[in-house]
């Protein structure tokens, strides 16, 4: 089993849709957990941090669930600048090693 | 905020080449680096740990002699792909923590072509 995983889609939904993302991990002891956005063959730059409690970012809501060891991210009202793929990724131990998962691809039509 | 550097933005090489790869941190002190790799639709696969001053530690089933990762100063790391090879051809992109929440910045990656 992967550390982490994701679909890796293509989601493709429509301009003004709302759309999440799972990303499950398999190390019980993980302490962080991020979402990136990568653009293609640019660098991934960080969307938002994912904390227990859940934490919203304009149209962006991250949500942890430790219990079930999976992540998630929802966009709202989502934009045509949305298309990217989006990284789950998770910290494990002593917390300078960072796991990515596979990406899961989003494209917003018109 | 942090800023990190890398260059060159890309590289096409003939095989048997060897292509230096570098990452900078603008304005903060990086003692740890990180390099990943990237092949088309899969993941970042973090190579090795930079760490200024004292030797890399490499992820397992990446070849050190191959990757010779040089971390001389608090603001510099160099990744050089030694010898490459058509299968070498990747992005590779390095990381470091930065600025005063020591969050992760990434350099703007380096696609590396090998003929």
């Known amino acids: 089993r992967k550390e982490v995983e994701q679909d890796p889609g293509p989601f493709n939904v429509p301009e003004g849709a709302t759309v999440a993302f799972n990303c499950t991990y398999s190390?019980?002891?993980?302490?962080?957990f991020f979402w990136y956005r990568q653009d293609c063959r640019k660098e991934p730059k960080l969307l938002m941090s994912?904390?227990?409690s859940g934490n919203e970012d304009g149209r962006f809501t991250a949500q942890l669930n430790r219990a079930s060891q999976y992540i998630s991210l929802l966009i709202r009202d989502s934009k045509l600048s949305d298309s990217a793929t989006y990284l789950c990724?998770?910290?494990?131990?002593?917390?300078?090693?960072?796991?990515f998962g596979t990406g899961t691809q989003l494209k917003v039509e018109l | 905020g942090a800023v990190v550097s890398q260059h060159p933005s890309w590289v096409i090489c003939k095989s048997g080449t060897s292509v230096k790869i570098e990452c900078r941190s603008l304005?903060?002190?990086?003692?740890?680096m990180f390099w990943y790799r990237q092949f088309p639709k899969q993941s970042l696969m973090l190579m090795a740990t930079?760490?200024?001053?004292?030797?890399?530690?490499?992820e397992q089933g990446v070849e050190k002699d191959k990757f010779l990762i040089n971390h001389a100063s608090l603001t510099l790391s160099t990744l050089t792909v030694t010898s490459a090879h058509p299968e070498d051809s990747s992005f590779y992109i390095c990381?470091?923590?930065?600025?005063?929440?020591?969050?992760?910045?990434f350099g703007s990656g380096t696609q590396l072509s090998v003929l």
């Open positions: 990381s470091a923590r930065g600025g005063s929440n020591e969050k992760l910045f």
């Open positions: 190390n019980s002891a993980s302490q962080s």
């Open positions: 994912v904390y227990s």
């Open positions: 990724v998770v910290i494990q131990g002593g917390g300078n090693k960072l796991t």
């Open positions: 304005d903060f002190q990086a003692t740890t």
């Open positions: 930079s760490n200024e001053g004292s030797k890399a530690t490499y």
